[in-house]
C-alpha cells in the first residue's frame, strides 16, 4: 500500500472520528443542559411548597412567583416576612427530600432592607435530621419583618454529571478509541517507515554487492578460457581481482553485521584521558586525500580550552571520521568543511559544517535510525547502508554525550557532538 494510500485512509478515519466526537459533544451538552434543567424545576418547586407553607404558618397570602434564579446555581425566595431559621431549615428539608432532591446546599437568610445576610447554614442531607416542622417553637423569630432567603449548591455541576452516568461512559468510551486509534495510527506509520527503510537498505545493499560479484564474475570467466590459462601472468592478475573482490565483499558483509548489532549498553568503550585535539587533527589528516581529490577545503578552528576527555580513542576518532566523510560525499561541488571545538556548560563540543545537500526537516530525526537514508529513488550515486550516524550516535551515548544536527536543504549541515570534560 502507497503512503498517499495510507494517508487518504488516515484522513477519511480522522474526519469521521471527528464527526463522532463533535456528535458526542452536542448531545452530551445536551443531555447536560435537560438534566440541569430538571433539576431546577425541581428546586423551584420545593422552594415554592416551602414558601407557601411559611406563608401559611404566618398567615400571610400566597405570593406569585416567589422564586428566581439570579445564577445557575443560586435561588432566591421572596417571602418579605418574618423568619425562623430552623423552622426554614426543616422546612426545606421535607421538601427537598419529597422531590429526591439530596443534594447538600448552602443557604442564608437575609435582610430585604439592608440586603445583609442574617443567618445562614449548610444542611448536609447525610447528617441527623432536624425535628419536623410541626413541633418547631414558632416564637423564635427575628425582631424584624421583611426577609428573604436563597440556597447555594456548590457541587451543582458534579451533581448533574453524576446522574449522566450513561453519557459519562458513552464519552469515555469514545475517548478510548480515539486513543487506540492514534496509537494505531503511529504503529501504521512506524511500521511503513521501516518497511521503506528496510526496502532502501535491500538496494543499497544489492547496488554495493552488485560490482564486486559482477567483477568477481567476469574474472573466474576469464580465467576458464583458454587463451589465459596458458598465460601465467594473466592467470595471476585476475585471480588478484577475485582475491581483492572477495576481501571488499567480506569487508562491507562484515561492517554491516558489526554495526547492525551495535547498542549504547553492548558496546564495549575504553576508558582513557584523549586529547580530543589530537584525534580531530588525526582524522582530518586521514581524510586529506578524498578531500584533494574533490579539490575541496577543510578549515580548523580549535578553539576549546578544555579539550581532554574520558573515552575509547578508536570509538571517536571514527564519529570524527564518519562526520567528515559525510561532509566529502554529500557536497555536490567542492567540498567547504569547517570544524570547530568549543566547551558549553562543563562539556567539550566539537561541530563539523559542510556545504553538502542538506536534510529535509522531515528526515533529521531519522537520519540516526540504523539503515535509514534519506530516500533518493533508484539513485545509488552515494555508497553506504545508512548505518554511519547511527554508529556516530551509539558511540557518543555509549560515552554519555550527544549528537544533533542542523541542517537547510541546499545549503549544507550541521553536526555538532558533546562530552563530558575530563578537566
Known amino acids: 500500500m502507497s503512503r498517499r494510500t495510507i494517508y487518504i485512509l488516515i484522513l477519511i478515519a480522522i474526519v469521521a472520528l471527528s464527526g463522532i466526537i463533535i456528535t458526542q459533544i452536542y448531545w452530551v451538552r445536551r443531555a447536560y443542559n435537560l438534566q440541569e434543567k430538571e433539576f431546577n424545576d425541581r428546586v423551584v418547586i420545593a422552594m415554592s411548597a416551602v414558601v407557601d407553607r411559611i406563608q401559611q404558618a404566618n398567615h400571610d397570602s400566597a405570593i406569585v412567583e416567589p422564586v428566581s434564579q439570579p445564577r445557575s ?74 426577609h428573604y432567603f436563597g440556597i447555594y449548591f456548590p457541587n451543582k455541576t458534579g451533581m448533574v454529571i453524576h446522574q449522566m452516568d450513561f453519557w459519562v461512559f458513552s464519552s469515555l468510551a469514545i475517548v478510548i478509541v480515539v486513543l487506540f486509534f492514534g496509537y494505531a495510527i503511529a504503529i501504521i506509520l512506524r511500521q511503513k517507515r521501516l518497511s521503506e527503510v528496510k526496502t532502501d537498505f535491500i538496494n543499497n545493499m544489492t547496488h554495493e554487492l552488485k560490482t564486486p560479484i559482477s567483477t568477481i564474475s567476469v574474472s573466474c570467466d576469464m580465467l576458464m578460457r583458454d587463451d589465459v590459462g596458458a598465460d601465467q601472468q594473466r592467470r595471476r592478475q585476475y585471480a588478484e581481482i577475485i582475491r581483492n573482490e572477495n576481501e571488499r565483499l567480506k569487508a562491507q558483509v562484515e561492517r554491516v553485521l558489526s554495526v547492525a548489532s551495535l547498542s549504547p549498553d553492548k558496546l564495549k568503550v575504553n576508558q582513557e584521558v584523549l586529547n580530543m585535539h589530537d584525534i580531530i587533527q588525526r582524522a582530518t589528516t586521514a581524510q586529506r586525500i578524498h578531500l584533494d581529490e574533490r579539490e575541496g577545503e577543510l578549515n580548523l578552528e ?52 559542510d556545504n553538502g545537500i542538506g536534510i529535509e526537516t522531515k528526515h533529521q530525526r531519522m537520519i540516526f535510525d540504523k539503515f535509514f537514508r534519506v530516500p533518493t529513488g533508484n539513485v545509488h550515486n552515494v555508497k553506504g547502508f545508512g548505518l554511519g550516524l547511527y554508529y556516530v550516535q551509539t558511540v557518543m551515548k555509549a560515552h554519555g554525550g550527544s549528537v544533533e544536527v542542523k541542517s537547510d536543504p541546499g545549503k549544507g549541515s550541521t553536526f555538532t557532538c558533546k562530552l563530558l570534560n575530563n578537566e
Open 302 to 353: 580549535l578553539n576549546a580550552t578544555l579539550h581532554t576527555v574520558r573515552g575509547d580513542k578508536v570509538h571517536l576518532t571514527n564519529v570524527v571520521y564518519n562526520l567528515i566523510d559525510n561532509a566529502i560525499k554529500y557536497a555536490e561541488t567542492k567540498p567547504f568543511i569547517y570544524v570547530k571545538t568549543y566547551n558549553e556548560d562543563g562539556r567539550f563540543c566539537f561541530a563539523v559544517s
Open 73 to 146: 446555581s443560586y435561588f432566591v425566595a421572596n417571602i418579605n416576612d418574618t423568619l425562623h431559621p430552623y423552622f426554614l431549615e426543616t422546612l426545606l428539608r421535607e421538601e427537598f427530600q419529597s422531590l429526591n432532591l439530596k443534594e447538600d446546599f448552602e443557604y442564608a437568610v437575609y435582610d430585604c432592607f439592608s440586603d445583609s445576610v442574617v443567618y445562614g447554614a449548610r444542611i448536609n442531607f447525610a447528617e441527623d435530621e432536624r425535628q419536623p416542622a410541626q413541633s418547631m417553637n414558632m416564637q423564635k423569630r427575628f425582631k424584624n419583618d421583611g
